[in-house]
């Protein structure tokens, strides 16, 4: 019997060494970035830097950035979405991250961006579930990024003044995924909040209203500083409705004397 066995054993070995492993599969998954109450974000405003990982793990799988334009306004923004609609279409910008998996793995996607938005660049984050040979195509991993683009234009950071000076302070003011604003428009400038708070030795000394400029996206006002010292200044953009908000930091420099 027991050489019986032995030779069953021997038997079954080559059969056993013959089992293939698991291979890889290449599996892509897109990503998507939808700026809060507007379009995709895309290469207008920089992109935004995509990391996927294994949420288990940490390993890194993939990294890249999306890029493309901003999508179809109309779907995105004048038309109720049904069920099941898919929101982007070819332009709309994207990342197609490829993953080598060989079972059931369950990922990260972490999105950082727009990256060309200075102190409002945002993170958004989602974890799912991946199948080897199961694409996520069409809208794919679909995240969100609130927020305004502030860009101060006036002043320069560390500008000079001298007492008595009038200072301007201007900023471009734009959704997340550079869509304009402008009275009446889609985006509509009476809509939102734009204001200035002006701080001297860590106080708040200011609050002003920044009015519509004129240009698209362009807001401004002006002040007349208290005093010789530096300032820094805070231009906030608000839409209260949307829980949308963005900040712009920039900073000038009062002396003594005429």
Same mark, same amino acid.
């Given at each position: ?12 070995? $080559?059969? *056993? ?22 379009? *995709?974000?895309? @290469?207008?405003?920089?992109?935004? +830097? ?34 099941? +609609? ?11 991250? @490829? ?9 990260? /996607?972490?999105?950082?961006? $727009? ?36 860009? $101060? ?5 560390? +500008?000079?003044?001298? @007492? ?33 708070? /002006?701080?001297?030795?860590?106080? +708040? ?27 820094? /200044? ?25």
């Amino acid at each position: 019997m027991k050489r019986v066995a032995l030779l069953l054993a021997a038997l079954s070995l $080559p059969m *056993f060494l013959a089992t293939p492993a698991a291979r890889a599969v290449e599996t892509r998954v897109t990503v998507r970035v939808r700026a809060h109450d507007a379009k *995709f974000i895309g @290469t207008g405003v920089g992109g935004v +830097q995509v990391v996927v990982r294994s949420a288990d793990t940490g390993r890194l799988l993939a990294s890249g950035r999306i890029e493309g334009g901003t999508g179809n306004t109309k779907t995105l923004m004048k038309t109720p979405i049904a069920r099941g +609609q898919r929101l982007s279409d070819g332009s709309a910008a994207a990342y197609v991250a @490829t993953l080598d998996i060989d079972e059931p793995t369950r990922i990260e /996607v972490v999105a950082r961006g $727009p990256l060309a938005a200075g102190s409002n660049v945002q993170t958004a984050a989602r974890t799912l579930w991946v199948l080897p040979g199961q694409d996520l195509a069409g809208d794919g991993v679909l995240l969100e990024l609130q927020g305004f683009l502030v860009y $101060p234009v006036s002043p320069v950071p560390h +500008q000079f003044f001298r @007492t008595g000076d009038e200072v301007t302070i201007e900023a471009h003011v734009a959704m997340m995924c550079g869509c304009p604003i402008k009275p009446g428009g889609l985006w509509d400038a009476d809509k939102y909040a734009v204001k200035a708070l /002006v701080q001297k030795d860590g106080k +708040q000394v200011a609050e002003l209203d920044l009015a519509y400029a004129g240009a698209t996206s362009r807001f401004k006002t002006t002040y007349r500083p208290e005093g010789p010292g530096s300032y820094k /200044v805070l231009v906030t953009a608000a839409d209260p409705s949307a829980n949308n908000f963005g900040v712009g930091v920039t900073s000038f420099v009062v002396k003594g004397g005429k």
